[in-house]
């Protein structure tokens, strides 16, 4: 069974241009989680779906970042314009069945630094 | 709010010593307990959870307990391998509240040979 995949696994842009970041979770899987870790922080989550849903984004920084989630398969995180702090590691993870003792998967990570 | 601490890296062992890494939640609920493990060049794995007080996970020789008084769910392993070099990270979810995983900042280890 695949896992989450990413894509891009890196990517170097400048302040100013946009970037979309896409998900694909693990097949079946209705819930997906988009978190982002900026350099010698701690890893911190953004929002999360359930199916093409937000269910929670009450830690996507401000209106510069855009989720979408159609059709409630792969995911795309849009940053647009992109700001210098923005550049961390933005991770992907999916569930099954969403709830607090259900594993969440992780994708390897898109690298992004803007300068 | 929920905050999640681990104590700071980086820890550098030799191979076969015992490895401890501490961590400690503040939780306004219950919450589930996770250590998560990112090895060079790879994503975040799962390494084992608990999910009630007194529970213990267990994965790889790798082994952390529950322990709701101390609000303390510190990762062990008896006899770390060359291999277990990885940035390892403790995390929660609070039961009935947002299913977002909070995370403590990752503690590197570098296991010698």
């Known amino acids: 069974e695949a896992g989450v995949t990413q894509f891009p696994s890196h990517s170097v842009i400048e302040k100013g241009q946009t970037v979309t970041l896409r998900c694909d979770p693990i097949s079946g899987h209705d819930n997906l989680y988009w978190y982002r870790r900026v350099m010698g922080k701690e890893i911190k989550f953004l929002l999360h779906f359930v199916k093409e849903s937000k269910q929670d984004e009450s830690g996507m920084p401000n209106n510069r970042f855009l989720a979408e989630r159609t059709g409630g398969t792969y995911s795309t995180l849009k940053v647009q314009p992109a700001e210098l702090e923005d550049s961390g590691v933005y991770f992907c993870a999916s569930s099954l069945s969403g709830g607090y003792q259900e594993t969440q998967y992780f994708g390897p990570g898109t690298r992004l630094l803007v300068l | 709010g929920n905050s999640v601490t681990q104590m700071e890296g980086p820890v550098t062992l030799s191979e076969e010593a015992f490895l401890t890494i501490n961590c400690t939640y503040t939780?306004?609920?219950?919450?589930?307990l996770f250590w998560y493990v990112q090895y060079p060049g790879e994503g975040l794995q799962l390494l084992l959870k608990?999910?009630?007080?007194?529970d213990k996970g267990s994965n790889k020789g790798f082994e952390a307990t529950y322990r709701k008084e101390t609000t303390s769910f510190h990762l062990e392993k008896g006899s770390v391998q060359v291999s277990d070099s990885a940035v390892y990270f403790c995390?929660?979810?609070?039961?009935?509240?947002?299913?977002?995983?909070?995370f403590g900042k990752g503690t590197k280890l570098t296991v010698n040979p």
């Open positions: 995390a929660l979810i609070e039961r009935g509240g947002s299913e977002k995983l909070v």
């Open positions: 608990a999910t009630k007080a007194d």
């Open positions: 939780a306004t609920g219950y919450p589930s």
